[in-house]
């Protein structure tokens, strides 16, 4: 439990894979839960999940989402140039001057930068908010058919060349797509560490689809399993880098995962959070209170069935929804321990306790 397959989260972050287009993803997920589970389900959107059958009947799903923010081809200009639109949310000014690479099928990938004009050329021009719009992907075409050429068609996949590396220290790992390669990851992690523990309920983990756009794939596949209890893990916004008063100046980078108590869409049960607060104390698990202003996949998977008890787990990040998030590897940690203690601890008795406060 006090260990990490680091190695798998690497693999999964440097995989390519916006919403509508997670096949890459879920190829890997399918390798690996095959290796752990007792079963693999997939709903018709593509999300997939293993099964791990435990001693009770309460169903604990626990999912992670295949998706990262990106973007995709809507145009090629008559000079070759790359218009494109945001998929998920990305601020325009997380694109200029990056390096990118775009999915022209077959498992090839074109490289191309978004262009950042010179102050030389802005020189003496009033300065406006930038947008989508005024971006152009270079991909060193000539001209529209040459882009043609290279393999550019409208609809493809834009995702962000990844740079994965370790901090000085040693504790923190910066990366694109740690929103929500985590999660799929933490899935895994916990599905391997039930091959050697007893646990009162079904687990059903796995990965979804869609969330970056409106937490499609936990709809789906939550009313397929309808599950007791709905844990989304995910990697939420920290603002330990603003001021101590700023509003959003919630979570800390290293001191433990999140209790997301209240998002726009989910408010955390006040019987739940009790419940894992008590947990974490019990196992020394360190957890910060977490006010959030998006939402997870656990905002869908509340309506499954007659109503779900469903929160998230939240891994602390800096900086996500761009091609460098950093996280802490004790909070990875604090997460996987987190969950297993609620799988080892939750019961027909406890679910019943919780549905009766």
């Known amino acids: 439990m006090n260990n990490l397959n680091l190695e798998i989260f690497e693999q999964l972050v440097n995989l390519h894979a916006v919403a509508g287009h997670e096949k890459s993803v879920r190829q890997f997920m399918k390798q690996e839960l095959s290796k752990y589970s007792d079963e693999i389900i997939q ?4 999300s997939i999940f293993g099964v791990k059958k435990g001693l009770d009947k309460p169903i604990i799903m626990i999912a992670g989402h295949m998706d990262e923010v990106g973007a995709m081809v809507t145009a090629i200009t008559d000079r070759g140039f790359i218009k494109m639109i945001p998929i998920g949310g990305l601020n ?14 077959k498992e090839r990938f074109v490289p191309g930068v978004v262009g950042a004009v010179p102050p030389h050329i802005t020189k003496g021009e009033e300065h406006k908010s930038l947008s989508f719009d005024d971006l152009l992907l270079d991909v060193g075409a000539d ?15 834009i995702t962000f060349m990844n740079q994965y590396y370790f901090s000085a220290d040693g504790k923190k790992i910066v990366s694109k797509a740690w929103d929500n390669r985590f999660g799929c990851g933490m899935a895994l ?3 391997r560490e039930l091959q050697t523990m007893d646990h009162p309920n079904t687990v059903i983990a796995g990965g979804t689809v869609q969330e970056e756009v409106g937490l499609r794939g936990a709809t789906t596949a939550s009313q397929m399993v309808e599950p007791d209890l709905f844990i989304a893990i995910d990697v939420s916004p920290i603002g330990d880098f603003l001021s101590k008063d700023h509003p959003r100046a919630f979570g800390t980078l290293g001191k433990g995962f999140l209790v997301r108590f209240y998002d726009p869409r989910c408010i955390m049960n006040p019987a739940l959070k009790a419940y894992f607060e008590q947990l974490a104390h019990q196992n020394k698990i360190p957890y910060q209170q977490f006010l959030a202003f998006g939402g997870t996949d656990a905002a869908a998977a509340q309506y499954a069935g007659s109503g779900t008890l469903s929160t998230t787990v939240g891994l602390p990040g800096r900086y996500i929804h761009s091609n460098a998030t950093m996280v802490h590897v004790d909070d990875m940690l604090a997460v996987k321990k987190m969950v ?18």
Request: hydrophobic fraction near 45%; charge should be negative.
């Open 43 to 46: 709903d018709k959107l593509g």
């Open 92 to 105: 325009p000014e997380v694109m200029l001057s990056q390096n990118v690479l775009v999915n022209v099928g």
């Open 143 to 157: 001209s529209k058919d040459h882009a043609q050429e290279l393999g550019l068609e409208i609809g493809q996949q």
């Open 189 to 191: 992690e916990v599905l």
């Open 340 to 357: 297993l203690a609620v799988v080892k601890d939750f019961d027909s008795k406890r679910l019943m306790a919780l549905h009766n406060a």
